[in-house]
């Protein structure tokens, strides 16, 4: 069983800064891709960060320079430090793992609102 879990979400002002973390427990295999999507109200589900197994990133054009994404392989452990903050950045972010054997799991979720 693995369980996915996501924290750091919470209320912030524009400008300021919030920093996201996700851990993945149990029998995980060999995470090649580890991510994180946002879903705002009303609108579907997209990428935000992804980072590989070998470092490499990329971002959404509407988070670049802003974001930034980063992982511990040890301890199967995910973030997004999060920067300049804008209204529009709010929605619930979900953290994702991409393992071996095409195994894929998602977290719950955690709030972040930016108020202007």
């Known amino acids: 069983q693995v369980q996915v879990v996501e924290s750091g979400g919470g209320l912030v002002q524009a400008g300021g800064s919030l920093r996201l973390s996700c851990a993945a427990s149990?029998?995980?295999?060999?995470?090649?891709?580890m991510g994180w999507y946002r879903q705002a109200p009303g609108k579907q589900r997209e990428l935000v960060a992804a980072?590989?197994?070998?470092?490499?990133?990329n971002y959404a054009d509407s988070v670049k320079g802003r974001f930034t994404i980063s992982r511990d392989n040890d301890k199967n452990t995910v973030y997004l430090q999060m920067n300049s903050l804008k209204p529009e950045d709010t929605a619930v972010y979900y953290c994702?793992?991409?393992?071996?054997?095409?195994?894929?799991?998602w977290g719950k979720g955690t709030l972040v609102t930016v108020s202007s």
């Open positions: 980072i590989t197994s070998g470092g490499s990133t």
């Open positions: 149990g029998s995980i295999f060999s995470i090649n891709v």
């Open positions: 994702n793992f991409e393992a071996k054997y095409g195994m894929d799991y």
